[in-house]
C-alpha cells in the first residue's frame, strides 16, 4: 500500500468510526484488563446485543480473576447459559485458574502469555492488549476482516487472512490502536448490517450451522438439565431429551448418539458420573 493510499484508508476509518460509533458499550468504558477480557470472550460467536444482558451480570457474580478462578466450574456454567458454546466458559475458568496461581490474580499483558491461557487465540491476545494496555498489534477478527476485504479485495473471493495480517499490522495507529480498532469495529459492524457481508469474501468464512437439531443443541440440553438437577440419572436425562425432540417434531436420540455426547461432556469437564448418575 503506498503511504498516499494508507493515510487515505486511515482517515476513512477514524470518520467511518466517528460516524458509527458504539462508544456507549459499556466494556468500552473500562480499562480492566479482566473485563475486557469477558467482554471479547463473550463477543466470539454471540451478538452484541445478547452480551450487553450478560456481560454485567457475569462481573457481578464473578467481579475478579480469583473470584472467578475460586468459583465452582457449575456456578460458572450456570452464569453463562444463554450464551451457547459451552466451551468458552470452561476455559475461561481453567485461564482464571492459570492467572490466579501464576500471574498474581491478574490477566498478564505480554501477548505470549494471553497466547499460553485456555481459550485466548491471537485475535483474543491482540484485542486485550488494545483495549487494555493501547499496545498496538494485529487484531483481526470478523468486524475488522470485513472493512479489510471491502477496501482492498472488493473484486476477490477467497481471500486468505495471509494477505490481511500485514495490512492490518501496517496501518494500526500506534498511538491509539485502543481507539483505532475500535472505529474498525464499528465500521465492519455498519457493512455487515447495511449491505453485502464483505467477510464472505474471506477464506476462512464459515457459516454457522443450525442450532435446533444439532449435536450442539443436544449438549446444551444435557448441560442445562444437570445443572438444573445436580446428580439426575443418565436415564432420565435421556428421557427428557427424548421428549424434547418429539415436541419439535424430530425423532428420539439414538443411544450410541446420546452415550458420546455424554461421554465428550464429561471428558471436557462439563460434569461428572458416579454410576448411573451426573454431577457437575
Excluded at 443450525?210 to 444435557?222: C, D, L, N, P, W
Aim: hydrophobic share 40%; charged share 30%; glycine share 8%.
Amino acid at each position: 500500500m503506498r503511504p498516499s493510499a494508507e493515510e487515505s484508508f486511515r482517515a476513512r476509518v477514524w470518520e467511518a468510526g466517528r460516524t458509527w460509533s458504539r462508544a456507549d458499550l459499556p466494556w468500552r468504558q473500562t480499562r480492566d484488563a479482566y473485563a475486557i477480557w469477558i467482554s471479547e470472550v463473550m463477543l466470539q460467536q454471540t451478538q452484541v446485543k445478547r452480551v450487553l444482558g450478560y456481560w454485567p451480570a457475569f462481573l457481578d457474580a464473578f467481579p475478579t480473576v480469583d473470584a472467578l478462578a475460586a468459583a465452582s466450574t457449575s456456578d460458572v456454567l450456570e452464569r453463562w447459559q444463554g450464551l451457547g458454546y459451552n466451551r468458552r466458559a470452561l476455559a475461561l475458568k481453567r485461564a482464571a485458574e492459570i492467572c490466579s496461581g501464576e500471574h498474581g490474580g491478574r490477566v498478564p499483558w505480554g501477548y505470549e502469555e494471553l497466547l499460553a491461557l485456555p481459550g485466548v487465540g491471537p485475535a483474543s491476545a491482540a484485542g486485550i492488549r488494545a483495549f487494555a494496555f493501547q499496545e498496538p498489534g494485529v487484531y483481526l477478527e470478523t468486524n475488522v476482516r470485513t472493512v479489510f476485504l471491502h477496501e482492498f479485495f472488493s473484486g476477490r473471493d477467497k481471500v486468505p487472512d495471509a494477505e490481511l495480517v500485514p495490512l492490518v499490522e501496517r496501518t494500526c495507529d500506534k498511538e491509539d490502536p485502543r481507539g483505532w480498532y475500535y472505529a474498525l469495529l464499528d465500521w465492519g459492524a455498519h457493512l455487515k448490517a447495511t449491505g453485502e457481508n464483505p467477510s464472505r469474501k474471506s477464506a476462512h468464512h464459515t457459516r454457522q450451522s443450525a442450532f435446533e437439531g444439532s449435536r450442539r443443541q443436544k449438549r446444551a440440553f444435557i448441560v442445562r438439565e444437570v445443572l438444573a438437577q445436580p446428580g439426575v440419572e443418565v436415564g432420565e436425562v435421556k428421557r427428557l431429551l427424548d421428549e424434547e425432540q418429539r415436541q419439535a417434531g424430530r425423532e428420539e436420540v439414538e443411544a450410541a448418539l446420546f452415550e458420546s455426547v455424554l461421554e465428550d461432556l464429561q471428558q471436557e469437564g462439563f460434569f461428572r458420573r458416579e454410576g448411573d448418575r451426573l454431577l457437575p
